[in-house]
């Protein structure tokens, strides 16, 4: 493989943002999660978990829940307001006040007819949710403290409401609250407190399962109004509930970062329906600090909270075991890269929700977040774009970088929802991803800008996570979510020989099984030949002039093939030369006098600076 | 005695018997009689009371109006100077925390104040950066749903993290798994970061100086 220089980089002290909600559209396999940032990131499940889409936050606009509507995407914020999400264009549609001061919950009837949002002044208001917009309908009984969480019955005709001490149902076509279910208070010193009723669920059968910050999880007959069973599951709160599809199943996350699963069941083993009543099953303790937000697909349980950190942990009753499906899944950092490398310039550039790290300049424009980035490789062209403008900076570095910003065409101002930048290899033309597909070039010395129409990404094909072109051959190399690699011929049009035969070949199985996605694609300088590729906990040289690895030759061979004799190395040596000496790897980059440079990003650092966990009394601590 | 007597003369004309009946049930064995308070009397002093509360209002709305002229004055002045003194920066401030009073008042005389500074200076922007530390914002960021959403977020960070809800910090939860993991180690932070803050800075400036002194020995 060679010897390189490293440059090991640790000083880039990016922090990700909690996880506040989450809601999984089970028909199109997509997981939308909110952050207290403002940014909601959408998860393609079918496609390997990857994280296809980024609205980025905004200053001031913190989300407090999620829903799908269809394919449509609502949140609910803190600020009031109700926000429809354009996700071709990845930023929100449009904003409508709800008047009722902070909203802590958004829900929508399985009839997709109706929203209903639950606020700080004590109503429940209904909107009715049209073709392109929603329209306010009326208030629900307006009561006396704030409303924190709401479930709608499957039938739509009533609405739990979790309150302050106690749980409310109303009866959607009057609008009156026809029960009052009173929730008991915690002990010791929690008695003098109010107790609030965090998450709230509504089952097809009248049953009403409630989360509290007593800690328990309550079973109601909605009917009666009256309470069937009381689980004490944490000294702490019970933040999050989610139910399964077919109500078989339920699961409770804590602010001690366990999930609880209850589960219906039997209890006689003659298994007559009328003895079923919800058992607690297993706890999974999948997070260190807070479980803020839950969802429960058919095969397994996701769960994001305050450790920032998105799990999804099959139910191995639903998956073949020992496959790559039951496996944990934990996705601590975004799918992107966040760190642009000028390759000839040896610059970084470091990528922040409201500032760009070179040297710490470019502060974003108003409250926008930044999307995304790039540095040109010789280090004279600076780019960032955010939901609303592209802006174009140019760098020149003598002793010290100053800075002088660029005014653009008309044309390159008009440029919205650009969520890819990247230099050519010769800093000369700048591509910048639009809507629809295309790509925009901009010549960077004229400053004019011509429109090239690339390859529509076709549909059914798993999503691309990193591209990049050869600086010599013209060709375009793509890596994709489900760990494909191909390689395209510009100039002829077409998949490279090369490309072909990986393809019949197919990819080593361990390949495959890999976890993170591939973020960025490199070439080395001095050798064509060269692909190198990274994700989080490896990078990998691919070699194209050595023979493709077979299913059943050793994937992770470096370390072996250094101890053989010289011909014997040769023989054994195949074109992925994969190295796992770096962890957390945010990015990594060849520079022109072939030292590497690693941007590590130590789980560790990140876990140090979270918010306060819980603290749980341990023997001999 | 004289607590009765007072109770008494106090009562309203209506209130009077009601009182006094009150004051012979409570205690019945007393030898003195109440004094019987003539309805005049009464009437003068409720009369007198309502016209001290009409008093203390307009009063107060006098020292309203008085304040807000001399706070428009003082802009007047200092748009003439076109210079933003401290003391203004202070007022300003403390008038957004005195919200309750009339906070559009309050909000629309500082909006028009900033939208006219805003239209001088020709900047862009909510803010503006001064001299030293000091930031300007218009009041539109802070109407009462900004109020709001932080008392919200207030409502929220007081459940969860305020008293009793037993936190610890993520230090000690990473130190206590380094001490119980398989390869015991020390605590992750093995000096508090933010201790002796103000020490830390004054050894750093010294370090500089002796730094300086030795790089440059003719000094």
């Known amino acids: ?621 | 005695m004289g607590e009765k007597k007072q109770r008494g003369k106090e009562a309203s004309s209506d209130g009077e018997k009601a009182a006094e009946n009150l004051n012979m049930a409570l205690e019945p064995s007393d030898d003195e009689a109440p004094e019987e308070v003539t309805f005049q009397d009464s009437r003068v002093e409720a009369l007198r009371r309502l016209k001290e509360a009409l008093d203390t209002e307009r009063r107060e709305k006098e020292l309203l109006k008085e304040k807000r002229r001399k706070r428009q004055e003082l802009f007047q002045e200092q748009k003439k100077r076109k210079l933003f003194p401290a003391e203004a920066l202070e007022e300003m401030n403390s008038s957004t925390l005195k919200k309750q009073k009339q906070p559009e008042d309050e909000a629309e005389d500082d909006e028009e104040e900033m939208k006219e500074k805003k239209e001088k200076k020709k900047k862009s922007a909510h803010s503006r950066k001064l001299k030293g530390t000091y930031t300007v914002r218009t009041m539109k960021d802070q109407t009462s749903t900004f109020f709001q959403q932080q008392a919200a977020k207030e409502f929220l960070q007081s459940r969860l993290y305020g008293a009793g809800s037993c936190r610890t910090t993520s230090n000690e939860l990473l130190s206590l798994q380094n001490k119980k993991g398989t390869n015991q180690s020390a605590a992750v932070q093995f000096v508090r970061k933010d201790w002796a803050c103000k020490e830390k800075a004054k050894a750093e400036k010294l370090k500089k100086r002796w730094i300086h002194k030795q790089r440059n020995p003719s000094t």
């Open chain 1, 1 to 621: 493989m060679g010897e390189f220089k490293v440059h090991r980089v640790r000083f880039f002290d990016y922090m990700p943002s909690a996880i506040r909600a989450m809601a999984f559209n089970s028909r199109t396999e997509r997981l939308a999660v909110a952050r207290a940032d403002g940014a909601v990131e959408i998860f393609n499940f079918s496609d390997n978990y990857y994280q296809e889409k980024v609205i980025p936050g905004r200053d001031g606009r913190a989300v407090e829940a999620l829903c799908w509507v269809g394919q449509r995407l609502f949140s609910a914020g803190l600020n009031g307001e109700i926000t429809e999400y354009d996700l071709e264009n990845l930023k929100p549609q449009y904003v409508i006040e709800a008047y009722g001061g902070p909203i802590w919950t958004i829900s929508c009837n399985n009839q997709g007819t109706h929203l209903a949002v639950s606020c700080e002044d004590g109503t429940v208001k209904l909107f009715e949710i049209l073709k392109e917009k929603i329209q306010f309908q009326r208030n629900l009984d307006r009561q006396k403290s704030r409303i924190i969480s709401l479930s709608w019955h499957p039938s739509g005709a009533q609405i739990a409401a979790g309150m302050m001490d106690m749980i409310r149902i109303f009866d959607t076509e009057t609008g009156r609250a026809t029960h009052r279910l009173l929730v008991e208070r915690g002990v010791g010193a929690s008695k003098s407190r109010e107790v609030v009723v965090w998450s709230i669920a509504f089952l097809s059968n009248n049953t009403i399962v409630s989360g509290d910050s007593a800690g328990k999880v309550q079973i109601w007959d909605g009917l009666m109004g009256t309470l069937v069973r009381t689980h004490l599951v944490t000294k702490w709160d019970v933040l999050a509930l989610a139910v399964s599809q077919d109500e078989s199943s339920l699961i409770a996350g804590t602010s001690e970062g366990t999930i609880v699963q209850f589960q219906f069941l039997s209890s006689t083993v003659d298994r007559q329906d009328r003895d079923h009543e919800w058992v607690r099953t297993r706890t999974f303790k999948n997070h260190s600090h807070d479980v803020k937000a839950l969802a429960l697909t058919d095969t397994a349980v996701v769960s994001g909270g305050m450790d920032t950190q998105l799990v999804v942990h099959p139910l191995l009753d639903k998956v073949e075991k020992n496959t790559q499906e039951a496996a944990q899944r934990k996705i601590a950092f975004p799918h992107r890269s966040l760190v642009g490398c000028a390759k000839k310039a040896g610059l970084l550039l470091f990528q922040f929700p409201d500032h760009l790290e070179l040297w710490r300049l470019g502060e974003s424009d108003g409250n926008d977040h930044i999307c995304c980035s790039a540095l040109s490789p010789c280090g004279g062209w600076l780019v960032y774009s955010t939901v609303s403008s592209v802006r174009l900076y140019k760098l020149q570095h003598n002793n010290n970088i100053s800075v002088n910003k660029v005014r653009p065409q008309q044309r390159i101002i008009q440029l919205r929802s650009v969520h890819q930048l990247c230099f050519s290899a010769d800093s000369s033309k700048l591509f910048a991803s639009s809507s629809q597909s295309s790509v925009v070039v901009v010549a960077l010395n004229q400053l004019e800008c011509k429109y090239l129409q690339t390859l529509r990404h076709k549909s059914g094909h798993s999503c691309p996570t990193a591209v990049a072109i050869h600086p010599t051959t013209n060709n375009l190399i793509s890596v994709h979510a489900d760990q494909q690699i191909f390689e395209f011929s510009l100039q002829q049009k077409e998949y490279t020989e090369w490309s072909r035969k990986l393809q019949k070949q197919g990819l080593h199985g361990l390949w495959l099984k890999r976890d993170t996605p591939v973020t960025s694609v490199g070439f080395n300088p001095k050798n064509p030949t060269h692909i190198i590729l990274n994700d989080t906990f490896m990078f990998c040289i691919i070699d194209q002039s050595l023979p493709l690895p077979e299913s059943s030759t050793i994937l992770y061979n470096q370390m072996t093939l250094r101890s053989l004799p010289a011909p014997e190395r040769t023989r054994q040596s195949h074109a992925f030369k994969i190295c796992k000496n770096f962890q957390h790897v945010l990015s990594m980059s060849l520079l022109d006098d072939l030292s590497l440079v690693v941007v590590e990003r130590p789980l560790l650092d990140v876990m140090a600076q979270l918010p306060p966990p819980v603290r749980q009394k341990k023997f001999a601590t």
